[in-house]
């Protein structure tokens, strides 16, 4: 059965359905007002994304990130989805916004087709505003106001509510796509048209035809006049499937029209081991046929005919011919409003079906496998985690040859892809690796004490006593852009403080990271905890990692100061430590001295442009302009090739000035610098706080008072007096190494080495102590003595 309904060319088209929509399908309570049908564009906060979609229909996709070549999907909503909480009326908002992905998803040449429920609840809602209204007048006037409240609803026939709703859903669904210029047309189906030859091939040639037409297909099961459902006694082959609930439709319309992916809207966040809210239920990221033991259902949904374990059964279904599918929430209000475009844009949301098992472990697993590798580090006693350090430093030297030769190969596929600063980020060389290897003994010197150290102890009472004392902070995920010397450097200080690791790398250093992290997993089975440090490179994106908050305690990020402010804006419930940006400035004073000026300037900038503590801003003391020491300084740049950029003041001093600076906080990455005048100490301290990022900031003078001044007063990770921004650095300063500069102001501040890595726990040591003792009339007093710390061993 097809009934077809199509845009009107003019805004009157609209005008005239809604009112009909108001008076014959919905309560006064949840009209939709033409305002509201009105401005759902400006609702949208989608991109319009342009994709390659051409594919040949077979198999189908392996991996959540080839999803974004779907070009034929169909999406299921559940009717949880669309029904309100009492199930008497539809969520028109939830409603919208669905319709609105879809539209931005046919938009961008995609043929999408709507399997909706949703006719049952409507029609409900309309029915029982019926029979309230026709209840004779007479009878509610003899039997009192209160008796009319109490009038109890006779239970609805479901066949009669679907014949007296699906009119006024499909009206509903054409008022919201013709907002966007789509057309829908409706068809309504029950099991003899997929079973009845004839039938099966005149419902396939309309649906291609209406997809033809860029027409999107909103099917339903004709529920005015489908017979009751029989027992679960199909769906074990490709040939055989019988449509007894809108999932089996999903399938069976999503294998024979051969789409690339159908989408199942339910109101839950995908497949979980356990019936969700069990205290073990975990959601499953991937689901392979096979699985299915794995995984113990529940009772199904509030509303509708089918529970997860009928859409699982489905979803292998579609899978087994050719169909990939993703189930996820369509009821959650964050998530809801661009779940399904998040879907086809390849991120982790739902559980996706695949019949490909990746041939390592999934990064949950990793997530698991750090967690308890960690566990065990952290119990080793500090000489075995040293030496596991050393043996990773010996590795480094005597696998020179094999790290360097990965190196080539990365460094041969990145060229002409990667910009200059980055192809030297990338570089691996004979003295780095060396170089490496001493920060890693010292690191290794330095760990010794580092975890269980006992920081306080306390006498709380008579044989009660407290100590404070170090431990791991947990599983750390460190990303890093470009880096391989990265790698080594931050498993040893994971390894040092006893924490489980989880890196990813860019993959411009796979080949380098892939032999590093080999290294390190040898060194780390000397002593059986190979498994606490792992390297991700299943094809996660950053973002999707960034999610995995029961997993992992913090996220540090190594790289750009987008990808910095990437992850801090994906991360959900997971402290990120880092800085965004590295805008260090160096202020010379009016008293700086001739031969220091040029020295620093030269190797804070020039020496390693890329790096996030070089310098980017210079403020210049105005009584230098047109002195010797300024034209020496700008004479240096000039010869080191140095491209200047004005600052609004400096401009104003000069006939003939270099480009003006488009932005005062810029980080430049590169051989370019903002030069800009200020009158005093206390301005360029000013300016600082207006436009630095608190990362590292210089003052070059001969004058101790005002170097002090200048050390006090800015609020930064790292303030520096006659010496350059490049010795912001954890090797510099001593600590081995680091895994990053953070600019925040919890927990750890500039430099982050061993220190950085770990956090305390309280232990308390009691005889059969209680709090009631304690009271007022009890028989014991807290003493609260401070006891004498353990000496930390230094050597």
């Known amino acids: 059965m097809l009934s077809r309904v199509c845009r009107s060319g003019s805004q009157s088209f609209t005008h005239r359905l809604l009112p009909w929509v108001q008076s014959t399908t919905l309560s006064r309570s949840c009209r939709v007002q033409p305002s509201a049908i009105r401005h759902v564009r400006s609702w949208s906060n989608i991109p319009f994304i342009t994709v390659p979609l051409s594919r040949t229909h077979g198999k189908s996709f392996a991996h959540r990130s080839e999803l974004k070549h779907a070009k034929r999907i169909v999406v299921k909503l559940g009717s949880a989805v669309v029904t309100r909480g009492d199930e008497c009326g539809l969520a028109l908002g939830r409603l919208a916004s669905i319709v609105e ?273 960690g566990r065990m580090l952290a119990t080793l006693e500090p000489e075995q985690r040293a030496e596991i350090i050393h043996h990773l430093a010996d590795l480094l030297t005597d696998q020179r040859d094999e790290i360097l030769l990965a190196n080539k190969k990365d460094l041969e596929e990145a060229e002409g892809r990667l910009a200059a600063p980055l192809l ?100 780390l089975s000397i002593h059986g905890v190979k498994e606490a440090v792992q390297l991700v490179n299943t094809r996660e994106e950053v973002e999707d990692l960034c999610r995995l908050d029961k997993m992992i305690d913090l996220i540090i990020p190594r790289g750009s100061s987008q990808l910095v402010r990437n992850i801090q804006k994906a991360a959900k419930g997971i402290p990120v430590m880092g800085h965004s940006e590295g805008i260090c400035h160096m202020y010379v004073d009016s008293e700086a001295s001739v031969d220091k000026v040029t020295r620093l300037v030269r190797d804070s900038k020039c020496e390693y442009p890329a790096a996030c503590n070089a310098l980017e801003t210079l403020l210049i003391n105005r009584d230098l302009l047109r002195t010797p020491l300024f034209d020496q300084i700008i004479d240096m740049l000039r010869v080191e090739q140095v491209k200047i950029h004005a600052g609004p003041k400096f401009a104003s001093y000069l006939t003939f000035s270099p480009s003006e600076v488009k932005s005062l906080r810029t980080e430049y990455g590169d051989l370019e610098l903002c030069i800009e005048v200020v009158d005093s100490v206390q301005e360029a301290i000013d300016h600082i706080h207006k436009y630095g990022s608190s990362h590292t900031d210089v003052i070059v003078t001969e004058n101790e008072k005002t170097a002090e001044f200048f050390l006090q007063h800015v609020d930064s990770a790292c303030v520096f007096w006659n010496a350059s921004t490049r010795f912001s650095d954890g090797y510099r300063f001593g600590l081995g190494a680091e895994v990053g500069i953070s600019t925040s102001r919890i927990h750890a501040r500039g430099p982050v080495g061993l220190e950085g890595l770990l956090t305390t726990k309280w232990l308390l040591r009691g005889q059969d102590h209680v709090v009631s003792d304690f009271s007022e009339h009890g028989s014991l007093k807290y003493l609260h003595e401070n006891l004498p710390v353990p000496q930390r061993n230094t050597n």
């Open 424 to 523: 030297k980020r990338l570089s691996l060389s004979t003295s780095k690796l060396n170089s490496l290897a001493i920060g890693l003994r010292q690191i290794a010197a330095s760990s010794q004490d580092s975890v269980g150290r006992v920081l306080r102890r306390t006498r709380i009472a008579k044989d009660l006593e407290l100590e404070q004392v170090t431990v791991p902070i947990g599983v750390l995920l460190v990303i890093f852009e470009s880096r391989p010397d990265c790698l080594p450097q931050v498993a040893a200080l994971a390894i040092a403080s006893g924490n489980g690791l989880l890196l990813k790398g860019g993959k411009e250093a796979s080949h380098s990271n892939r032999i590093l992290h080999l290294l390190t997993q040898e060194a």
């Open 101 to 373: 992905q879809v539209s931005v998803l046919q938009n961008q040449g995609r043929e999408m087709m709507l399997v909706t429920s949703g006719a049952v609840a409507f029609g409900k809602q309309r029915l029982r505003h019926e029979i309230l209204l026709s209840q004779s007048v007479r009878q509610a006037l003899h039997s009192g106001q209160n008796h009319l409240k109490e009038m109890a609803i006779p239970v609805l026939e479901a066949r009669a509510c679907a014949a007296a709703g699906q009119s006024g859903l499909m009206a509903l669904y054409e008022a919201m796509f013709t907002q966007y210029s789509i057309c829908a047309a409706q068809i309504l189906v029950t099991n003899l048209d997929f079973h009845d030859e004839q039938k099966r091939r005149n419902l396939n040639g309309t649906l291609h035809e209406l997809l033809r037409m860029n027409i999107v297909p909103i099917v339903n099961t004709n529920d005015a006049v489908v017979p009751p459902a029989e027992p679960n006694s199909d769906l074990q082959g490709v040939n055989v499937i019988s449509v007894k609930d809108n999932d089996s439709l999903a399938a069976r319309l999503a294998v024979e029209m051969k789409t690339d992916l159908l989408i199942v809207l339910s109101d839950v966040e995908g497949l979980f081991d356990n019936p969700p809210g069990s205290d073990d239920a975990k959601l499953i990221d991937i689901f392979y046929p096979g699985d299915q033991q794995s995984v113990t259902f529940g009772t199904k949904s509030r509303v509708g005919m089918g529970g997860m374990e009928a859409k699982v059964k489905a979803a292998l279904w579609a899978l087994q011919g050719g169909t990939s599918v993703v189930i996820a929430n369509g009821t959650h209000p964050k998530v809801s409003g661009h779940v399904i475009t998040d879907i086809v844009e390849g991120k982790k949301v739902g559980t996706f079906f695949s019949e490909v098992k990746p041939a390592g472990p999934t990064v949950e697993q990793q997530g698991e496998m750090a967690r308890s590798g």
